[in-house]
């Protein structure tokens, strides 16, 4: 009798591997999906929050002041795709009161996921954008965040002409 209980206890932890393996086989690509897709969605609504933050700071700008009457700068949003990281840029007088363009709040993209922005009217590729006094734009840009190369899992955030910022599926 002992020679035939020692087989069961080996068939336990077999049996508790097959179904363990089973369950990951079926959970491990939808938790894969679920994790680009949570992914983008963050990623997408901090760059929609960047937009927003450059539209307010555009609309608080001075369009003038005193020395010279000359008009200020507006902030500017530029993407650079080699390095698929994104930023801010603001004008700033130094201290011999020269213009300067001065970087702010750059943020480097995660590995997989690449940003294209284009012009909604014209299709055009883009590389920067700004914001007119009134918080709108020149013209609707698209900007459209993808996780892997066949764009599987993509977001869209969309800027109108009026400014504002939406982000979609």
């Given amino acids: 009798m002992k020679g035939h209980s020692e ?10 591997l097959t179904l363990f393996g089973l369950l990951a086989a079926g959970v491990l690509p939808r938790y894969t999906a679920w994790y680009r897709e949570a992914r983008l969605t963050y990623e997408a609504e ?17 369009m003038r002041y ?6 200020y700068y507006r902030p500017e949003f530029r993407y650079n795709e080699g390095d ?6 603001v004008h700033r007088h130094d201290e011999k009161n020269w213009l300067r363009k001065e970087e702010i709040r750059r943020y480097q993209l995660p590995p997989g996921m690449s940003l294209q922005m284009s012009n909604a009217t014209h ?6 954008l700004t914001f007119g006094f009134n918080g709108g734009t020149s013209s609707p840009t698209t ?4 996780y892997d190369k066949e764009g599987a899992y993509a977001k869209k955030v969309v800027v109108n002409a009026a400014g504002r910022i939406r982000v979609l599926e």
């Fill in 143 to 146: 900007f459209r965040l993808t």
């Fill in 66 to 71: 005193a020395p010279g009457d000359t008009l």
């Fill in 46 to 62: 901090r760059l929609a929050g960047e937009l927003r933050l450059l539209r307010q700071a555009s609309r608080l700008s001075l």
């Fill in 84 to 89: 698929r990281s994104y930023w801010l840029v």
């Fill in 7 to 16: 087989g069961y206890v080996l068939l336990y932890p077999l049996l508790f």
């Fill in 123 to 128: 299709g055009s590729q883009l590389n920067w």
